[in-house]
């Protein structure tokens, strides 16, 4: 059970002189979500490439569900499933058809293939529209039907490319809801993501890839450990309040000009109602509060001394 | 064996397509039909190619068909393969031939029924030809022929192009070539340059074999000189169009 679902080293890639991938090493435990999180350009979709038996790497090993991806492409395309960055859905069939397509290229039987299409809708909660043609979706339910498409495969290792980008807050939290479903019912996830909550909300663990490098690995919170940005800022009505304010606070930064503390902390909420409780036993009025999470941004500065923008300006 | 059962599933889903887009197979009728009425009623009065200028511009009508039909068939190829939905089938491990297979297939049966709706209107506005029952066989094999020659290119267009605009694109010059071969008017008749052009492009050897088996005067030179074009282009587009598919991620 806990073996390794997909296991790479030194995988390296490169398009004439430009480097995509250089030398990332990778160890994704059975029956866990693992996130790659990166900006564009940073070579997430190549290693997914890779990793599901559609580029073959320059150099390095890749072995997914126990199977060599160069040499045993068949027995690793058996095991997987890709979501990719685009819904792939096809825009003239109804969501039945492309279910029912999905079924006879897995060539299953004509009654299996119904039976298997009928509970994708039914799960994803798509029986309304399965007559409808794809083109009508909006954007959460081709996401949808795009993963069920995958998972008429009932594949063991399911590699999801930017599962969430370009989707509402709603239709974001509902693909949460289902990938965690996923993992529940014992398969792995492998998905790349550009949003540090997303990696924070769904992966066992993280790794950060940057220009074509690991450039961390752990899980959400040791990851988020390493990031200084998360704070809390306190602004106050008055000098004298915020002097005191001060001496209860002694681990904040002050900035007297604006009247502000800045309380380093993890902003979550227990913290928080420490802080206020603290405040309130020496009757400190505040007039402002606002939390700070680190975004990826705050991530990417930490871990490579330079910002995401920066990636995307080059 | 899994190649025929997924170019089956391939096809089912192309002709799905058709039917509900029939916008591609009416505009790869509508515009062979306007340009026979063109050539026919306006232009063909003028020119002067020694037999009924109907039965003359009908070979050339029904290339020019072909060519109109397939700009639908590159802009296909090209979203399977931008949408991302050819790598889904190849992480399926689907059989690799079978999605493109189902293309050539279903651009065939639409060229088949665009000629026979073009043919039936050459009828109504004069066409009279003089073939026996095995020299229309041999119109419809050269028909076939021609369309997977073009079929095959079409799809290696659609899969090379980096978007369906510029694959849309890369079958005009199909539309244009026609005008530069014996379709309309004998290639004897044009300037030089675009005379020697005509001559010796594919398109001509095509059109004066179908004119011949049409008029009931077949030549054995054009028909072997119009097979060799079509299985050389078909060998050419074939290819071309594996070593794109296998290439690109």
Redesign the interface.
Known sequence: MNGSAIAASGLRKAYKDKVVLDGVDLDVRTGTIFALLGPNGAGKTTTV?VL????TPDAGKAVVAGHDVATET?AV??A???T???A?V?D??TGE?NLL??A????LPKAEGRRVAARLLDRFDLVEAARE?AASYSGGMRRKLDLA??LA?EPQIIFLDEPTTGLDPRSRRTMWEIIRELVADGRTIFLTTQYLEEADQLADRVAVLDQGRLVAEGTPAELKRRVPGSHIRLRFADRYELDVAGRILPEATRDDDNLTLRVPGDGGVRSLRALLARLDEHSVDVEELSVHTPDLDDVFLALTGHGNKEIDAR | MNVIADSATMLRRNFRHTMRNPVALFNGVIMPVFLMFLMVYVFGGAFSVGVDYADYATPGLMLTTICYGVGATAIAVNSDMTTGFINRLRVMDVSRAAVLNAHVIATMLRSLVAIAIVTGVAFLMGFRPAASFLEWLGVIGIVVLTVLAIGWLTVAFGLAAKTPESAGLAAVPLMLLPFLSSAFVPAGTMGPGARQFAEYQPFTSIIETLRGLLTGAPSAGSAITAIAWCVGLTLVGYLWARASFTKRA
């Not at chain 1, 006879?104 to 060539?107: A, F, M, T, V």
């Open positions: 490439n599901t038996t559609l580029l068949r395309r058996a997987i499933g890709v990719g960055q685009f792939s096809d003239l069939l058809e397509m999905m006879d290229l897995l060539h043609p498409m995958t495969g």
